[in-house]
């Protein structure tokens, strides 16, 4: 489904060189030992999720859609909304998708608000609201805002269809609103955190909306899970990315991972990395800060900096080895010049263009680059390779000897915030 090289002289062989450093990582995840043991509900997930919920799930996404219903309004924030914003935009385009699914609840700005009413106000429209705690302020507010006015022009009994919450299971503010007011719940597991959540209601709803295949999307996770359960790094992928991810930070100083991609389609996959990455590895003053470029558009911004900047980074690159569907035709005036690209493909050029850049970063200014070729663009792959990266990060988090499940740091703005907007707990 992926194919993965290391493009640098001499780290495949350091990898095989440290191996045993993956021993105690492998025992700690897959024994279910190591620090933060209380959150991998996401491990087993794929051999053990409840199929009547994902069966659930498709029945009201249809039940919506009888209903006339054919634009969501995803509400949610972090966890709550990178995964399904990705895989939406990976699967369907992220220009196709564009007026079917709006996503609110991820800023404050009251511009964004506007517009996004404005927009939704010739449509038929229903909510998804998405918050494991329930009470997260940016998807609360937007909540109440965007209920009130779906309720204004659907009146309170219809209203009731077409709102589906997804929360904890029994407690919190969400949970009780939806009970009191009868809107269909699904719920998040206590032991799966919120970025690793995109493999339960949180990421198949919306996706289901959007005409995903939520089923063939967790048999992918189940392909993975078995393929990367293997403690011996020469046959599995994730470890020998973690690790090289890790000698890299520890020997050659590299505190900087850029997740590179050749389409805007793979724009929100690297945000949902950066998440990832982000939360489960930037603690107790260690990590490596994930950030992300999208080619053609940062060649000619970031690139510079890149290639003849200060190297504290590694690139990791994810390319689509997409079918050729758009073509240079022959253009008789060849006023543009272009005609030596005649009948050639824009994948192809794409490719040329990612050959071009691996020769320019890695083989001239040797900067370390994992290649991730991606072999088709459809859920089962997509499962897969959201999966290897659960793996990898839990591993690189073992190997840091960090807890890869917890995000403490993320509470401190929220307490502050609140203390100031004068919340009454
Ligand atoms: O990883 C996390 O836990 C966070 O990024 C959360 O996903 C985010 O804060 C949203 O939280 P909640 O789903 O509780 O609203």
Redo the contacts with the bound molecule.
């Keep these: 489904m992926i194919d993965f090289k290391i493009k640098d002289s001499n780290l495949e062989k350091e990898i095989i060189e440290n191996k045993n450093l993956i021993e105690q990582a492998h025992d700690s995840l897959w024994n279910k030992k190591g620090i933060g043991n209380e959150m991998l509900g996401w491990l087993d997930f794929p051999d053990n999720f409840n199929l009547n919920e994902v069966n659930e799930i498709n029945e009201k996404v249809k039940k919506i859609k009888n209903l006339g219903i054919d634009t969501l309004l995803v509400i ?5 909304y990178l995964g399904s914003k990705a895989a939406i935009d990976f699967l369907k385009g992220s220009l196709n998708i564009d007026e079917k699914i709006y996503f609110a609840g991820i800023n404050v700005s009251d511009s964004y608000i506007k517009q996004l009413e404005n927009k939704l106000k010739n449509k038929n429209w229903a909510i998804c609201v ?4 329930g009470t ?1 302020l940016e ?1 609360a507010i937007s909540f109440r805002y965007f209920k009130n006015l779906l309720l204004k022009k659907v009146g309170e009994t219809k209203l009731k269809d077409l709102i589906v919450v997804v929360t904890d299971k029994e407690k919190g503010i969400l949970k009780n609103l939806a009970d009191i007011k009868g809107y269909q719940t699904f719920s998040i597991p206590d032991d799966i ?3 690793f959540s995109v493999l339960t209601a949180v990421g198949l709803f919306p996706m289901s909306f959007a005409g995903i295949d939520i089923l063939k999307f967790l048999e992918g996770t189940k392909k993975a899970r078995k393929e990367f359960s293997n403690n011996d790094i020469k046959n599995n992928l994730a470890y020998k990315y973690a690790l090289g991810r890790f000698l890299l930070f520890s020997k050659r100083k590299k505190v900087l991972e850029i997740f590179t991609t050749y389409d805007p389609d793979f724009m929100m996959l690297s945000e949902w990395l950066k ?1 990832l990455f982000a ?1 489960s590895e930037g603690k107790n003053n260690k990590g490596i800060f994930p950030t992300s470029v999208t080619y053609s558009r940062d060649l000619h911004s970031l690139g510079q900096f890149i290639q003849d900047g200060n190297k504290v980074f590694f690139e990791t690159t994810l390319f689509l080895l997409e079918d050729k569907k758009v073509f240079l035709n022959n253009d008789v005036e060849n006023l543009d010049k272009l005609n030596y690209l005649n009948k050639k493909s824009f994948a192809e050029i794409n490719r040329v263009i990612l050959n071009s850049v691996i020769e320019s970063h890695a083989n001239n200014a040797k900067i370390p680059n994992f290649l991730i070729f991606i072999n088709e663009r459809n859920e089962e792959t997509l499962g897969y390779l959201l999966f290897f990266f659960f793996i990898s990060v839990s591993i690189s988090g073992y190997l840091l000897r960090i807890n890869p499940f917890d ?1 403490p740091g ?1 509470e401190i703005y929220k307490k502050n915030m609140f203390t100031s907007l004068g919340k009454i707990s």
Aim: zero cysteines; charged letters at 15%.
């Design positions: 949610g924030i972090g966890g709550s998405i918050s494991k705690s997260t998807p955190g919120g970025r998440q939360e995000q993320v």
